[in-house]
């Protein structure tokens, strides 16, 4: 499975941003997908993720309300729309599929077995 993301770039701060990863290889349908970020210094934390179906989506409490992660399982393709963007989400994106997805895992960058290049967001005025 190979995974790449696009969409990064600079952004002023309460603006948005729309992320993409499409995906080649691999049954995509049945992953459980992710999005993961990494500031300068700092661990790779989870943002998002989202079920097989679409259904079920879970989010870091830091973007709750503000990011929305979609999928589209015919076109093999992951979204994640961010708004009203702060400082703090300045990052380098990864999006990242877990073929084997196991309950209560979705958060741990060690569930995920394939993982994009990474597109790097700036939030700067």
């Known amino acids: 499975v190979q995974l790449q993301a696009s969409g990064g770039g600079l952004v002023q701060p309460g603006g948005s941003l729309r992320l993409s990863c499409s995906a080649s290889?691999?049954?995509?349908?049945?992953?459980?997908m992710a999005w993961f970020r990494q500031a300068p210094g700092k661990e790779r934390e989870f943002v998002a993720g989202?079920?097989?179906?679409?259904?079920?989506?879970y989010y870091a409490d830091s973007v709750k309300g503000r990011f929305t992660i979609s999928r589209d399982n015919a076109k093999m393709t992951m979204d994640l729309q961010m708004s009203s963007l702060e400082l703090e989400d300045a990052a380098v994106y990864y999006c990242?599929?877990?073929?084997?997805?196991?309950?209560?895992?979705?958060?741990?960058?060690?569930?995920?077995?394939?993982w994009g290049q990474g597109t790097l967001v700036t939030v700067s005025s």
């Open positions: 290889g691999g049954a995509f349908e049945s992953y459980v």
């Open positions: 989202i079920g097989w179906s679409g259904l079920t989506t």
């Open positions: 990242a599929a877990d073929p084997n997805p196991r309950s209560g895992t979705y958060h741990q960058t060690c569930a995920y077995d394939y």
